[in-house]
DNA sequence: GTAACCTACAACCAAATGGTTGTACGAGAA
DNA sequence: TTCTCGTACAACCATTTGGTTGTAGGTTAC
């Protein structure tokens, strides 16, 4: 899922499509590359669950997954709690420290 | 810096430096990869600015930069407001609709 | 029905990625 | 000093990635 996130066109696809959907042809038409590119970018951010794809008459609708993004957001929260959790512990020991030197 | 955070080991060796710092070589020792593999890994998460490499005697220390995931953070963060400019724009139409039905 | 449009998918290609081994070099330890 | 350890870096390899063109199948419009 960071792997579909990390190229710049699928960022944007994804920032597109959160706030308002479109045809892949429209997406198409915004990117200095052929249809099939942006399809396989589609593809790729659907397989990752990052945007979904529902069929509309001749054209597929594609649509941000907001809950996808949260779910990243969780996993960088974690990297802050796991950081947050390390300055807890150099905060414990300094007061320990402290405690020691005032005995 | 996405593109960084795209590998399951890369993403490992962030959490755990994020945690506590290590060296290269102690880090190497966790995966099962070659020293030189895991050298690589270091070296894009310090060019994504991830990580902080600093010398210390003969090993090099690595360190996670909390900074770096505040920004991936407000990037996703970013998308959560798009998608909530959406929803807002749909209430707003809405809203302008049923006031249209009271005339 | 036929033409035009949107999409899916295969085949192909160059470049990047993730891994390996081997070599070299600086810093500590014996 | 010499040996060992930790690191850096180059060369190489297989696979994936990001792109292309071409072909084929449905849907809508004329």
Redesign the pocket.
């Known amino acids: 899922m960071f792997?579909a996130l990390?190229?710049a066109?699928r960022r944007d696809i994804v920032r597109r499509t959160l706030s308002a959907e479109a045809?892949?042809?429209e997406l198409?038409a915004s990117y200095e590359?052929?249809?099939?590119?942006v399809?396989?970018?589609v593809a790729?951010l659907e397989e990752a669950g990052l945007v979904s794809?529902l069929p509309r008459?001749?054209?597929?609708i594609v649509r941000g997954n907001p809950d996808a993004i949260r779910r990243a957001q969780f996993c960088l929260d974690q990297f802050e709690a796991v950081w947050r959790a390390r300055i807890d512990r150099l905060d414990a020991l300094l007061e320990a420290d402290s405690a020691q030197e005032s005995d």
């Open positions: 792997r990390a190229d066109t045809s892949v042809s198409a590359m052929s249809f099939a590119a399809q396989k970018h790729v794809k008459g001749r054209e597929r």
